[in-house]
């Protein structure tokens, strides 16, 4: 069964600087997709990242990138030079599939960081 | 561009009504999903839908019926509210598999 684990309920970070949010999940599907969301305090869900299961090179958007360690069943967000506005709730998510019918996209608990000035 | 929209944004029942929440999307996606939210738990998910006339359970189905007549709508039933059920509910869609979904603005939906 698809799992996903966020082991750090809260995490602070000095603006400017980077910060790691940890994601370890569990498949037994070889094909999969990871994401990351980020939730501001105004509620709304924005999408940072996706990393496939078959890519080859991490991946990256900006400030975001993604330490995807395959073997170890990780995920990780790396925010590089944490501005005010990454305080949020950040989540990890999962998609497993895709077959004809069956397409779950299950998510983590969630790590709120809180950046500092 | 309206993308998902979900109605109502609020609402308070009494324990055993039922309800409908409605999602709709206007971006001709396939895949449609609906979660709950509560503190500490991050999003679950309780039905999702791969197609017109497809849903399947997810997390935590008990106590919600969905159905997917067409691919802009996928309407979230509560058959009779508890207080378990309290929570913000998200509706979510995507185009296919390797996308990411997007969200409507959720539903808080408290029952006394």
């Known amino acids: 069964a698809q799992k996903i684990t966020q082991t750090q309920p809260g995490m602070f970070v000095q603006e400017k600087e980077a910060v790691t949010l940890d994601c370890t999940y569990d498949?037994?599907?070889?094909?999969?997709?990871l994401f990351w969301y980020k939730q501001p305090s105004s509620g709304e869900m924005i999408f940072l990242i996706y990393?496939?299961?078959?890519?080859?090179q991490n991946a990256t958007e900006g400030r975001y990138s993604l330490n995807f360690q395959k073997a170890r069943k990780s995920a990780n967000l790396v925010i590089s030079a944490s501005q005010l506005g990454d305080s949020a709730m950040y989540f990890c998510?999962?998609?497993?599939?895709?077959?004809?019918?069956?397409?779950?996209?299950?998510f983590g608990p969630g790590t709120s960081l809180s950046v500092i000035p | 561009n309206a993308g998902v929209t979900q109605t109502p944004k609020f609402q308070v029942l009494k324990t055993g009504q039922s309800m409908t929440l409605q999602c709709a999307q206007d971006?001709?996606?396939?895949?449609m999903s609906w979660y709950r939210q509560d503190p500490g738990m991050g999003l679950r998910l309780i039905h999702y839908?791969?197609?017109?006339?497809?849903?399947d359970q997810g997390e935590v189905p008990n106590g919600y019926n969905v159905s997917r007549s067409t691919t802009e709508d996928f309407p979230l039933r509560l058959l009779s509210a508890a207080p378990s059920q309290t929570s913000v509910y998200f509706c979510?869609?995507?185009?296919?598999?390797?996308?990411?979904?997007?969200f409507g603005d959720g539903t808080r939906l408290s029952i006394l």
């Open positions: 971006m001709n996606h396939e895949y």
């Open positions: 979510a869609s995507k185009p296919w598999e390797n996308q990411p979904q997007h």
């Open positions: 990393q496939g299961s078959y890519d080859q």
């Open positions: 998510a999962m998609r497993e599939g895709p077959k004809t019918s069956y397409d779950k996209v299950i």
């Open positions: 839908s791969v197609g017109a006339g497809i849903t």
């Open positions: 498949t037994s599907d070889p094909s999969y997709g």
